[in-house]
Structure formats: C-alpha cells, structure tokens
C-alpha cells in the first residue's frame, strides 16, 4: 500500500526567507502560523463558478492551495504565497472576515489604479493582497522605484 500524501504544512524556512521584509514579522506580531492544506476549501467548489477553476483560498490561519508544493521557494508561485499570506494577516488584523468578504463587493476588486496615491486602509481585501504580490515581484524583478512605492503603501513594508 502507497503512503498517502500529506495534505497539511506549514511554512518552510526557505519560504519565509524570501518573503519581503516586513511581512513575516507582521505575521509573527498577529500570532499567525500559518498552514497551507494543499487540497481546495470545501467553498472553492462553489467560487469556481466565478472564477472558472477551483481557487487558492486563505481562511482564518490556513492557505487552501490545491495541489500545493512542498516548497514555493525559488519559485514565481512566492509572489502569490504572498498574496494569501496578506489574507492571513488581514484575518488575524480584523480587517477580513469570511462575511465581510463575502457581504462588501469593495473585497473582491483585484485592481488598483497605479497612477493614484494607494491608502491601505482605503483598499479592498484583493487589493491589499495584490499590492502585497506586486511588491514581491517588484523587489525579484529589480523594479526598485515601484517597490519602494509599494512600501510606503504596505504598513509592514514601511
């Protein structure tokens, strides 16, 4: 009989060292762990209608990533680790709720208008998270003006 995969784990070290600074302190401060289950959330059923697959989901202290790596590290798929991982800290901030994200559809917008001055507490869930991602490509990518930008945006980045 074939051992069976498991589908629970946290962080490995290597992933939280190429996280951009700041945020695994952040992390650390809310008293996150967090813990990515690499099997869909049950609701990822039902947001696949919207989104025309089975998404990644973070809920409360869990990344919910079908199929997930043992690692992200070395990998583009830690720009989007990061994005979830904004998710997490926004849950354990209070700034996100399964109802608030569900109830206020300023959650689900995913753009921002890069000509704009960004206020933190003035953007959605996906925004938040998605300028979470945008900073972590910026600073692999070299793009040192637009990080810095994002930084003065990002509390913990700051």
């Known amino acids: 009989m074939a051992a069976r995969a498991v589908s629970q784990r946290r962080l490995t070290g290597a992933e939280w060292a190429e996280l951009s600074p700041g945020l695994g302190g952040a992390l650390s401060a809310a008293g996150v762990t967090p813990v990515i289950e690499a099997r869909p959330h049950p609701a990822a059923y039902l947001a696949r209608f919207r ?9 409360g202290r869990t990344i919910w990533w079908p199929n997930a790596r043992p690692s992200f590290a070395g990998t ?3 720009a989007v680790l990061q994005h979830e991982l904004q998710h997490l800290l926004d849950f354990a901030e209070r700034r996100l709720s399964i109802a608030g994200y569900l109830l206020l559809p300023h959650n689900w917008t995913y753009r921002w208008d890069p000509d704009r001055p960004l206020r933190w507490d003035r953007l959605g869930a996906e925004q938040r998270a998605s300028i979470a991602e945008a900073l972590w490509r910026a600073d692999r990518l070299g793009s040192t003006a637009e990080a810095d930008r994002l930084r003065r945006v990002i509390p913990w980045a700051s």
Not at 51 to 59: K, L, R
């Open 76 to 78: 583009p798929h830690m």
């Open 51 to 59: 989104f025309g697959s089975v998404p990644i989901m973070a809920v």
